[in-house]
């Protein structure tokens, strides 16, 4: 069985162990440490009854973040600092937890460790508060029976009596104003000052766990019996730019790609959209090399950067080869890549002419779900004239699909109505849904052309009226 050394911070506690690397972290929280205040619900990563603070070192500042740890692999604490609800928990209700009481935001209190958390982190993260930010930061956390005027109410309270300028540093400040307790402010030189273990070279019958939110929803138990290899231990989160290209390391985050401000200076709209895709906790260890691998034909990273006409580097460990990423899916779930090789690194060339990029994703509900059909365009133009699209489109066939033969018409045409309409039947004759639980594959043909229209409309307005198109 694969065992790993750890060392991380538990709360206030140095912890140096020897642990098999995919015991999901509540399973340790709950069952060894006997932590019970964070619960265990959905096992999804849904509810957020799970959630814990998550401290890392990054560029010599303390960051925290929330995920669920019902879903996340132990293995990837290493040299971190995990805070459960005990960890914040004082003789004396905080601030926060007071004001839950007096606004009566809790009842069964089963997910009031989590929301104590999510909005903790919201405290830590921002240096100025308002509600609807504070209103975001707990949308991955679900409340069965107390309703959730109360909660904000509660949140509202604790904002107002918060300064939002202060001269004192952020730990300092919450340390004083009774949101976290004491022992927060050692914490930065206690982690700098773990020794934490080397990269290693990936078994050949290894198993890549990058934030784990999806292995640990479909195969929990058969991971504890498997060889793993983390990719957190190569340090692949990362977003680079030079000479007009993008390189992204596998291990970013979904968060980190929409807090990017090289994306966001390319890609504005990109921010928004990234809000499209799961809930903060899950954003915050999805990644990139994680959403491309597993191979969803709706995956919305996937969607986006196939667009984008990203390529990959794969690796052995030792080896590295490139491969544009239009072939990298072969067939449903299968791969053009060796069991030994994972994704290092996704990059893609910023276009040289004025170049437009938009994402369009439907899901049964408009936040929290997986799409039933989604897509993405980038395309470039000069003075009405496509010099080059890619459209790519998600849930209309076995793989995430390039729509290579719409694109190649939509080549050197002038944007227009009729245009559209030739390059729709063109798209038609390339995809083959199925009917599935999200929609008949009749549906996500309509979808689908709706999305391209879509795209048309909300990039070029002044050269499509609304009404002509629908
Ligand atoms: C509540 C919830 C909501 C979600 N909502 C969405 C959504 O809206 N949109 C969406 O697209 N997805 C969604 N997902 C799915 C999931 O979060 C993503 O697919 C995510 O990108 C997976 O990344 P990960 O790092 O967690 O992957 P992991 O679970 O670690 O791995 C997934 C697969 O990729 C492989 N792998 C991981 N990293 C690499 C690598 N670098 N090289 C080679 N192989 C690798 C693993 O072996 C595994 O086969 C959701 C998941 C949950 C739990
Ligand atoms: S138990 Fe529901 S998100 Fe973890
Ligand atoms: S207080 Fe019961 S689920 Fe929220």
């Known amino acids: ?42 096992k999804e990563g849904d509810c957020g009854a799970c959630a814990v603070l998550f401290g890392e070192v990054i560029d010599n500042k303390l960051n925290y973040k929330t995920i669920t740890s019902c879903i996340y692999p132990i ?26 009481v007096d606004e009566n935001a809790s009842q069964c209190g089963f997910c009031t460790p989590g929301f104590i958390i999510s909005f903790t982190c919201y405290l830590l993260n921002n240096e100025k508060y308002n509600l609807d930010d504070a209103i975001n930061s707990i949308a991955g956390n679900i409340c069965r029976c107390t309703g959730y005027h109360s909660i ?21 400040y919450l340390i004083q104003q009774n949101i976290i307790p004491e022992y927060f402010k050692e914490i930065k030189k206690r982690l700098i000052n773990l020794s934490l273990p080397q990269e290693t070279i990936p078994d050949k019958s290894a198993i890549f766990i990058g934030g784990g939110s999806d292995l640990f929803v479909q195969k929990p138990d058969d991971l504890l019996e498997e060889e793993v290899y983390l990719i957190t231990e190569r340090k692949l989160n ?76 794969l690796s052995d460990g030792e080896q590295e080869r490139n491969l544009p990423l239009k072939e990298f899916y072969l067939d449903y779930k299968k791969l053009n890549k060796q069991k030994i090789e994972f994704i290092k690194e996704v990059s893609f060339h910023i276009p040289p ?13 408009t936040y929290l779900d997986i799409a039933s059909v989604n897509s993405a365009i980038l395309i470039e133009v000069d003075n009405d004239k496509i010099i080059s699209a890619s459209i790519s489109a998600g849930g209309v066939a076995p793989i995430p699909k390039l729509l290579v033969q719409t694109n190649n018409y939509l080549k050197g045409k002038k944007i227009s109505i009729d245009i559209i309409d030739e390059a729709l039947q063109i798209t038609q004759s390339e995809i083959s849904p199925i009917s599935d639980v999200r929609g008949s594959a ?29």
């Not at 805070?83 to 926060?96: A, D, F, R, W």
Request: with cysteine; aromatic share 8%.
């Open 442 to 470: 009749e549906y996500k043909r309509l979808l689908l052309n709706q999305l391209i229209k879509s795209h048309f409309l909300k990039l070029f307005p002044q050269k499509i009226f609304e009404n002509e198109l629908v």
């Open 75 to 100: 293995g990837n604490c290493n040299g971190k600092h995990i805070v459960t609800i005990e960890g914040i928990n004082k003789q004396e209700l905080l601030l926060h937890q007071k004001a839950f």
């Open 152 to 172: 904000e109410r509660a949140m509202d309270t604790v904002i107002k009596e918060l300064q939002t300028k202060n001269e004192l540093d952020k730990i300092d």
């Open 1 to 42: 069985m694969n065992t790993k050394n750890l060392s991380f911070i538990l709360n206030d506690v140095e912890i140096n162990i020897k642990v098999n690397p995919s015991l999901p972290l509540l399973d340790y929280i709950r069952k060894e440490k006997h932590l019970t205040g964070t619960k265990e619900v959905c």
């Open 353 to 365: 002419k004025k170049f437009y990029f938009n994402f369009e994703k439907v899901s049964k509900r």
């Open 238 to 313: 990362y977003i680079r730019e030079s000479n007009s290209i993008i390189k992204i390391g596998s291990g970013t985050t979904f968060e980190e790609i929409k807090q990017s401000e090289i994306l966001n200076k390319f890609f504005p709209s990109l921010k928004n959209d990234v809000d499209l895709i799961a809930s903060l906790p899950v954003r915050n260890v999805a990644t990139v090399g994680g959403n491309l691998s597993n191979a969803s034909p709706i995956g919305d990273i996937t969607i986006i950067l196939l667009s984008l006409n990203a390529n990959l580097t």
